[in-house]
Nanobody
């Protein structure tokens, strides 16, 4: 099973982006979905999560600027990122977890996408 991310790109500081995570192989509504990001040479970190009950969790530096949401009709999980900063530059990946509640522990994830690159630069 493969999740597919899209929406990344090169943007300037202060810009916004909306990332999408979808798959044709799972009903994402029945999974908790976590967004992660990774900078080359650094550990992957959790960004935000939406669980099966549509409860959301924001980790670390994403609080206040990022919003995670679902469109169940389209089977998509979104990550809206506002006021992007150079330190947000990373490969953003989504992962699906059968658990009812959110986790930012990579080992809990059942399925992953390959990621989409977000590059924030002036």
């Amino acid at each position: 099973v493969q999740l597919v991310e899209s929406g990344g790109g090169l943007v300037q500081p202060g810009d916004s982006l909306r990332l999408s995570c979808t798959t044709s192989e799972l009903n994402l509504e029945t999974y908790s979905v976590t967004w992660f990001r990774q900078v080359p040479g650094k550990e992957r970190e959790g960004v935000s999560c939406i669980n099966k009950k549509d409860q959301v969790t924001y980790y670390a530096r994403s609080k206040g600027r990022f919003t995670v949401s679902r469109d169940n009709a389209e089977n998509i999980v979104y990550l809206r990122m506002n006021d992007l900063k150079p330190e947000d530059t990373a490969v953003y990946s989504c992962a699906a977890d059968r658990a009812e509640y959110c986790s930012n522990n990579e080992r809990h994830m059942d399925y992953w996408g390959k990621g989409t690159l977000v590059n924030v630069s002036s």
